[in-house]
């Protein structure tokens, strides 16, 4: 019997992004949580190592360039045991590009958005198809968006408006997707420490360093933060939401 209205049990789960960080941490955190979770990334070194911590389940893993949207459709068939049916998906897989916009080309949007954005939008497409959706039980999505689509940051046009484009996407993926009783969500987390929040730190002088950790209130996060508010949008517990952006910052945006 299921008791906690945050329970993920009997739930199958796709995470992106999963060999590091925020996406490994969710991984983690959902197989606590019951789910049996589906990953993907493309170091498999450290997907494996993301997989060796999860809690004991029937999870499986595939190593994959989300880049390759030609062959996103055959990895999720590979990855998913023939006939499985998935409820959740957190798209955590991500890249970052610092730079003044005066030295941002379209080449670095082209790359940060093929990823950050229409990656995890092919993968909701594919996994929204009949074939993967129960109808009775619906669905959730996640996607991590960033504090940084919403609040103006140097160095970050390119980056910034990739999530923003998430935010928006996420709201008519949200209305389309009612009638599979799928619910969408985005997640926007503050600084958080992981390896790409080290490669922010070291295109930045110092002082800026110590001014951001200043405007996080409540410090910078841990990947487990998110994740927790990956699986409040995901549990029954989020079950009247969507369409939404929950803000997950230490108090940075208050
Ligand atoms: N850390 C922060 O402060 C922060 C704040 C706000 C939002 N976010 C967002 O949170 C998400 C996770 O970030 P993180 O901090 O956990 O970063 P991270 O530790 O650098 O992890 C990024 C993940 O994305 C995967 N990835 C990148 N490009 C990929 C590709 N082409 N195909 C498949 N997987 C790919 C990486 O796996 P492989 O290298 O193995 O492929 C890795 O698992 C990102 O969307 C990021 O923008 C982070």
């Known amino acids: 019997m299921i008791t906690s209205p945050f329970s993920l049990q009997t739930k199958n789960i796709v995470i992106t992004g999963a060999s590091s960080g925020i996406g490994r941490s969710v991984a983690i955190e959902c197989s606590r949580a019951g789910a049996t979770v589906f990953l993907l990334a493309r170091n498999q070194e450290r997907l494996e190592e993301t997989f060796s911590q999860l809690s004991p389940g029937n999870h499986r893993m595939a190593v994959s360039d989300l880049k390759d949207l030609a062959n996103l459709e055959s990895t999720a068939a590979a990855l998913l045991p023939g006939g499985s049916q998935v409820f959740g998906m957190v798209h955590a897989a991500g890249a970052i590009f610092t730079a003044p916009f005066s030295m941002t080309r379209p080449k670095h949007f082209e790359s940060l958005y093929a990823v ?44 910034a408006s990739s999530k923003g484009a998430l935010l928006a996407g996420v709201r008519s993926m949200a209305l389309e997707l009612t009638v599979k009783k799928i619910r969408v969500n985005a997640v926007s987390p503050g600084i958080v420490k992981t390896p790409m929040a080290d490669t922010l730190f070291d295109s930045l002088p110092g002082e800026a360093a110590e001014q951001l950790l200043k405007q996080h209130p409540l410090g910078f996060g841990d990947p487990q933060d998110v994740a927790f508010s990956c699986i409040y949008l995901m549990s029954e517990a989020g079950r009247w939401i969507t369409g939404q952006n929950l803000v997950t910052d230490g108090g940075y945006s208050i």
Do not use: C, M, P
């Open 116 to 159: 950050n954005v229409i990656a995890g939008f092919e993968l909701a497409r594919i996994l929204s198809q009949k074939k993967y959706v129960d109808l009775q039980t619906g669905g959730s999505y996640v996607f991590i968006s960033s504090i940084s689509a919403l609040h103006g940051q140097q160095g970050a046009v390119a980056y």
